[in-house]
């Protein structure tokens, strides 16, 4: 698969045009982890504007996973024998995992972007290595996922698993500790190097020393000691004064606004739209007019999402499939694609799966996050999709072979009743499952002569005794199978 270049030379300005079947797929691809073809079908055709006014809404005033029973749970609170205790944590995390995950499933932007957002606010399970700071973490990624930014940015530092993770809950006043102040700046809001000094990371970090309270038992909710913070002055950003945490979040969003807003923005959009932002392949006006929205609303993040996702640029050919599928795409949107059945033991072990391909949720690789796009394929990840996929798609059609046919039909519609040609079957169910479709004629030939299977061709081509439709013919449903089967071992279909 060759690095596709961003060519996308289309404007911010709002598409006028009703949403093609392509484009309202490419939008839950990229705003959720994809949608029925129901709900594709059912908004073909309606204003780009409308829909996602919609879909922003929504994320809006969703709820947040509700916590569960051990949320305020400390070490106290597990059994005193360690094996016991270790396996109810670990059951305590699966459980959050599932809920969590089946959120992809049944929700669209609140928590495509709070999944974003924990591989931007970085935290690692394996490092704080206690579920009520998951909980609370997880639970601040919800609720901020689409909020204000600098709000966002305030609550998340002071999350317990953040302060274990960044080391924020051993930075004494007489001892200060630079690495989430260094993070603070590199990778969460100005991007590395980006107008700050190592005397601005050696202040900021005394600023924000004192969140030091332990607790004795043992995964205690972190607070702030008074006599371990540096009361003395500091000077950040060259604004000199007796600084603490907000302190230090407001004199940053004062003082570097401008490049903030280009440093998240860009962020978003190489997630959403393209992962190369070079100026040099699209509008050079693109990235700097999102930043200036993003200023302009004081870093509320529904405004520039809402600006990019209405855009002629966001819907430009040039920007669909572009993007390569995490782990979690990869499995999830063919599930939601499909209308596949699914209970929370399948998802846990799609969840697994992920895992084994390198996405571990609440796990990513370090504190830059998983890296994505390119680093998701390599040798050994394909032979790791394709396998897992494979066995996937015959435990399915172990389970109930007719989903096949179901998802099939819903496709084609009335044409899977009457029409004996499998070419002209296969074709949109293969246009819809692929963002553009197969690269070629002979390559949609290839994928044609698998749909048809060993059938005889006089049931697809006997005229009047033609007698084969999607609809009715018994093996319809393996065809199909065997059809998704090709296509998830396609170049396009790893891509978004």
């Excluded at 029409?419 to 044609?448: C, M, T, V």
């Amino acid at each position: 698969m060759e690095l596709l270049i961003n060519c996308n030379t289309s404007s911010l300005a709002p598409l006028a045009t009703p949403l093609t079947q392509q484009q309202v797929a490419h939008l839950y691809r990229r705003l959720g982890f994809s949608a029925s073809v129901e709900t594709i079908q059912t908004n073909t055709g309606q204003p780009a504007g409308q829909l996602i006014d919609s879909l922003i809404n929504e994320a809006i005033n969703q709820a947040p996973i509700p916590a569960p029973a051990w949320a305020t749970w400390n070490s106290s609170n597990y059994p005193a024998d360690s094996d016991a205790a270790r396996d109810l944590r670990n059951q305590q995390r699966e459980e959050l995992s599932i809920t969590y995950a089946n959120s992809f499933l049944t929700n669209n932007l609140r928590d495509r972007l709070s999944f974003f957002w924990s591989n931007h606010l970085v935290t690692e399970i394996d490092v704080y290595e206690c579920n009520a700071f998951l909980y609370e973490y997880l639970n601040c990624l919800q609720r901020n996922a689409i909020g204000n930014f600098k709000t966002f940015v305030s609550e998340i530092g002071l999350t317990s698993a953040m302060l274990y993770y960044l080391d924020g809950a051993y930075n004494n006043g007489n001892n200060p500790n630079e690495n989430y102040a260094r993070e603070l700046y590199e990778l969460f809001t100005l991007g590395e190097g980006n107008n700050y000094t190592e005397v601005d990371v050696t202040e900021t970090a005394r600023a924000l020393t004192g969140y030091v309270l332990r607790g004795e038992l043992g995964c205690e909710k972190v607070g702030f000691r008074a006599d371990r913070f540096d009361a003395e002055s500091k000077t950040i950003f060259g604004q000199s004064g007796n600084w603490g945490y907000d302190d230090v979040i407001n004199i940053l969003f004062a003082e570097r606004q401008n490049e903030i807003a280009e440093f998240i923005c860009r962020k978003l959009y190489e997630f959403f739209v393209h992962p190369d932002s070079k100026e040099t392949f699209i509008s050079e006006n693109i990235i700097p007019e999102m930043a200036a929205t993003f200023v302009a609303n004081n870093f509320d993040i529904a405004p520039v999402l809402s600006q990019l996702f209405k855009s002629q640029h966001f819907f430009d050919t040039q920007a669909i499939g572009v993007i390569i599928k995490s782990p979690f795409d990869f499995y999830f949107n063919i599930f939601k694609e499909a209308s596949f059945s699914y209970n929370d033991t399948t998802v846990a072990t799609l969840i697994n799966y992920a895992g084994l391909l390198s996405q571990r949720m609440f796990d990513p690789f370090d504190v830059a996050g998983w890296q994505r796009d390119r680093s998701w394929i390599n040798t050994n990840f394909m032979i790791g999709r394709w396998l897992t996929i494979k066995s996937l798609l015959e435990d399915l059609y172990v389970e109930d072979e007719e989903q096949f046919r179901a998802f099939a039909m819903s496709v084609v519609g009335d044409d899977g009743l009457t029409n004996n040609n499998p070419d002209e079957i296969a074709r949109p169910i293969i246009d819809f499952i692929l963002p553009k479709g197969l690269l070629n004629e002979s390559e949609y030939s290839k994928a044609f002569s698998i749909f048809r299977f060993d059938i005889d061709e006089t049931y697809y081509e006997g005229g009047e005794t033609a007698s084969w439709t999607l609809a009715i013919w018994p093996q319809a449903t393996q065809q199909v199978q065997l059809l998704m089967q090709y296509l998830v071992k396609q170049p396009e279909f790893q891509l978004k």
